[in-house]
């Protein structure tokens, strides 16, 4: 059902607020306030429009736009002229909607091999639960395999007490226990697998792993198998809706969702000639409002497991989702995504798996050089999926992702560098944080535990975009490197490391022209690098990324300590830019890294990548008159 004002701009009854052209199409003030879009979501409406509008705005939005006066509008609508249209941003139209309401099979082309022939779940996840009755459950535990399926169960541990296998409770959990004493959704899970897909075995991190606090020998070890346990179970069942494990897998739904509307149009504004068409009107946020924005999508652990498992069911607020590597469906669409979700970049998780995914570049290319190549280009963007999660124990930034770093170097056969891979080395060491923000918003921080390099992203809190791995135009060599792991698992924890680097070191100075301004004055070996005079801010000066925000460096610029490399100049071709490393001078020798500078200006590029005055005298292991370049440690 639509309310009279959808249907009113639909019919085009109303004449839109702006110029109408081809290009911009018609634009529509939907509703002007806040009470006119609920009374049009009430009982005796129902639009479902409007509906969907209402139910996108959090607490705080409605609250914001009650303290709006006057209410100009709250909700617009906009149609243009394209392959499909929008209705106020947030909507699509698609045709042939599908009326089935499930998914007939379980899609994997690896069904036939699976648990005893590659894995020996017990020998490497040393525990798993087992039903052993009504109401009860146990851990199995020994050496032996478990020659059956298992599935595994991805949560959110919240603020929720969950109980959890140590030293102190292992007696009780190996003789068996009421189940009852378990999270709503330990026990949610336990009965779906066993009434739904026939299994009795389940894997659960909290109840299959030592959580003793003075103790983690067992959690490493365990973690460094983690990927194992996840690409070997028949199904991941993640409860993706729930704030934590206290709620359950299933919860109150609407009853008019999931859904779609049907309409007959004729888009006379647009178009004179057109015809009356019937078009299915859909939520174009959908993908990213049931799935992607869910409470359990923030936490960092699940991209691996997500990623890993062949297999994902997941229980969100509305509705069953499924993924896997052939499709993602849901009870909407349970035949697949219409195309224009499927295109969408977070709708295609599990395009991001190195082994689909990867298979799939393989065989666009032509060498066994090409092939490597693509699956490298898959590691940036889950680096950046990885880093907008977050951990609820920091040190846990690189063992959260080793699972997938194992499965990435089983396809390109290289050397893994503490978050990055050693044959693009030089041009995955340019990442940078995103507006030196966490994705909670907060600022980018440096832990003060050590967890990694300062030259890896993995030592900064923050919202990654990372190196992208490449060879044309990089200015600088890694002539050494060495990395002190905790563990002889080399995707895990470390306690440190450092490179040695060769490139052209620079004197440089930083100054922030006002503390209201996120812009800062560079000064290379002397000289300021101005790209422009704008009308309103006067000279601006190159882009700078710092790994971690600071109010000034007044003391690093009287004590001369800051220094830049250029790292990657312009190849004529796709890119334009000159990227620099910005670092700072510790005293002992060793240089630690502090962010990244961007220009596109060639005057400043030609005299930043040119020779200074006495760079023979800046502070290094060695210097190359010949080359102009210095070799020097980075920790």
Known sequence: MLCSRCDDILRQRVEPVNNVNEDKGALYIHHASLEGLEAATAESTKCRVCSTFLDSFTSGERRAIWERKPQEYVTTAYLCRSDHWSLATAFIL???????????????????????????????????LAERGPKRAGIRHGSEPIDTEYVTLSHRWGQASIFRLTKDTFTRLRDGFDSSILPQTFQDAMAFAKRNLKIRYMW??????????????????????MHRVYEHAYCNLSATGGEDSSVGLYRPRRTDSPCHVEVDLTFSILDPQASQTRYAMLDYLYWEKELSKCPLHYRGWVVQERLLARRVLHFCRNELIWECNEMAASEAYPTGLPSIYRNQAKARLKSLDPDTEGRRLRQLATTESDSRFFAHQLWPRIVQLYTQCQLTKPNDKLIAISGIAKRMGSIIHDDYVVGMWRRYLPSELLWFVDHHRQSNGQPSVRPDEYRAPSFSWASIEGCISA??????????????????HVTEDVTGLVKGGFLVLEGALKRLSLHRPSVSVDMWLVNVNGKDLLRHTDEEWGPTSLLVHLDVDQADFEVENVGQTLYCVPARQPDGRHWSFLVCLILEHLGD???RRLGMIWTDEAEEINFVVGRGEDESLLPCQAYNADSGRHTFRVI
Request: charge should be negative; include cysteine.
């Open 94 to 128: 698609v045709v042939n909607m599908a009326d089935d309401m499930l998914p007939t099979k379980m899609h994997d082309e690896k069904r036939d091999f699976m648990l005893t022939m590659v894995f020996q779940p017990i020998a490497v996840a040393s525990m798993k």
């Open 204 to 225: 659960i991190d909290s109840l299959c792993i030592f959580q003793d606090a003075d103790d983690r020998s067992d959690w490493i070890k365990e973690a460094a198998q």
């Open 467 to 484: 190196g992208t791995p490449v060879e044309e135009g990089i200015l600088f060599s890694v002539k050494e490197l060495s990395i002190d």
């Open 589 to 591: 020798g060793s240089f």
